[in-house]
Structure formats: C-alpha cells, structure tokens
C-alpha cells in the first residue's frame, strides 16, 4: 500500500509562489506516474501537471509557464513549483500516483490565492 503525503500549501498574494511536496512510501514501484491534480470549490477535479518516472512532463494549459513538475526518485518524492500565481489557482491540490495498474490518492493540501 502506497500512502502519498502532500504538503506546502497555503495562503500567497497573487503573483505569488508556493511550492507543493507529495512524498510517497511504502510499496514503491520504479515504474511510476506521478500527478497533480486540484479541486476548486464547486468544481470537477482536473489534472495540473504528470511526471513519469522517466521525466517525461504533461501540463493544463492553464498553468504551461507558470507551473513546474519535477521529482526525487532517490526520495520517492514530486514536487510543484508554482509561479505568478493567480487567483483561480486556488483550490485543493492532491497528489496522485500511479504504479503496477493501481491508483493512490494523498489527503490534498490546501492553496488560496489571494487578489
């Protein structure tokens, strides 16, 4: 079982950065996609940026330019660096790895951008 922790989340004036951490343990595979998707109010859940674990990056067009995905194989561990933040930026952000034809959900770190 994968457990996905997400932290760096919260409160940035517009323009703002914040960078989002998702570590993963227990139950690795080397062969792994990892996601980030966010969750606004009252709204789908929609994909943000992937990583394989090869390097390969996928981003919304949404953030292209302004968000960057990158991981730490040695730590098991991806990353979200977000710039020139906006307010529809805010939302819940949760983690989301997939290996070996499973899914595994982390708890969501929360990210409110003030205008």
């Known amino acids: 079982q994968v457990h996905l922790v997400e932290s760096g989340g919260g409160l940035v004036q517009a323009g703002g950065s914040l960078r989002l951490s998702c570590a993963a343990s227990?139950?690795?595979?080397?062969?792994?996609?990892m996601t980030w998707y966010r969750q606004a109010p009252g709204k789908q859940r929609e994909l943000v940026a992937t990583?394989?674990?090869?390097?390969?990056?996928d981003y919304a067009d949404s953030v292209k330019g302004r968000f960057t995905i990158s991981r730490d194989n040695a730590k098991n561990t991806a990353y979200l660096q977000m710039n020139s933040l906006k307010p529809e930026d805010t939302a819940v952000y949760y983690c989301m790895r997939s290996q070996a034809g499973f899914v595994y959900w982390g708890q969501g770190t929360q990210v409110t951008v003030s205008s």
């Open positions: 227990g139950g690795i595979r080397s062969i792994n996609t």
């Open positions: 990583i394989t674990n090869g390097g390969n990056t």
